[in-house]
């Protein structure tokens, strides 16, 4: 065969050639990798979607255990038992003395607050920091009890709900009554079951009040010096809707703190 009149053409065809394999070769690989990719994603979808029906199933779905009624403050959040989780605000925010303040539901409520810095040091300097940063304005009283011997208004979740904090819980237990009586216009941070799992949440007392101490009781960290008058008039008395139980649930009079101030 004689040779080409024209290398440089047939040079360029080769390359042409081979990059247009190599192209082809590339792609090949490409969607195999990517068909790989799918086919894991896919396991890892199916394995993850049967995971949270079990947790469903095992937490909120028919197979949860029912919730018994209670009266007890509670916060949703339970951290590991006997250690503060997160930044908690330093004790020595309340300098071991009394802080005077203001708490103002709906616009039209004011209620007249003192903290206890010296017999609750570390929740005192928690709700100090909270109140000075601002983080209750804004939040709701989503919780009320009129049992006969249980009356409180819940207030200061993230959420609104019940759930949500500011990003800690803490511990320990101070300022605990002996004989679990709550007077009218106690100020105390609600809990769940345990110690530390205390957190942005309170409840103020607006009648004589007895709780179950058997997993160490309640800080109390203050008391109301005024207000409990409007309280009553403008929010409790109006009654509430019944939640976990008949005396435990919603007030229907819907509850803002709408201004917080500490001092």
């Not at 179950?212 to 409990?228: A, E, F, K």
Request: a negative charge; proline letters at 6%.
């Amino acid at each position: 065969m004689a040779p080409s009149k024209n290398p440089d053409r047939e040079n360029r065809d080769r390359l042409r050639r081979y990059t247009a394999r190599q192209q082809v070769h590339a792609t090949q690989v490409a969607r195999r990798r990517r068909d790989n990719v799918l086919a894991v994603t896919a396991v890892v979808v199916v394995v993850g979607l049967a995971a949270v029906a079990q947790v469903y199933w095992s937490t909120s779905g028919p197979g949860a255990p029912s919730a018994a009624p209670s009266d007890v403050p509670s916060a949703s959040s339970t951290p590991a038992a006997g250690e503060n989780v997160g930044d908690v605000p330093s004790d020595s925010i309340a300098e071991g003395r009394a802080w005077t303040g203001q708490l103002t539901l709906n616009d039209g409520v004011d209620l007249g607050i003192e903290l206890d810095g010296a017999k609750a040091p570390q929740a005192a300097s928690v709700v100090i920091d909270l109140v000075q940063k601002g983080f209750y304005t804004g939040t709701t009283c989503h919780r009320m009890s009129d049992a006969e011997t249980a009356k409180f208004i819940q207030c200061g979740s993230a959420n609104g709900d019940g759930t949500g904090d500011a990003g800690f819980t803490f511990g320990p237990l101070e300022n605990v009554p002996a004989d679990g009586v709550y007077p009218t216009g106690t100020i105390a941070m609600a809990r769940s079951t345990d110690p530390y799992s205390q957190s942005t949440q309170f409840f103020i007392t607006y009648g004589d009040t007895t709780l179950d101490g058997s997993t160490g009781g309640y800080t109390v960290v203050g008391h109301v010096t005024s207000g409990l008058d409007q309280l009553e008039a403008e929010i409790t008395d109006a009654g509430l809707t019944p939640g976990s139980s008949e005396t435990d649930g919603a007030p229907v009079v819907a509850t803002t703190i709408t201004g917080a101030t500490i001092e």
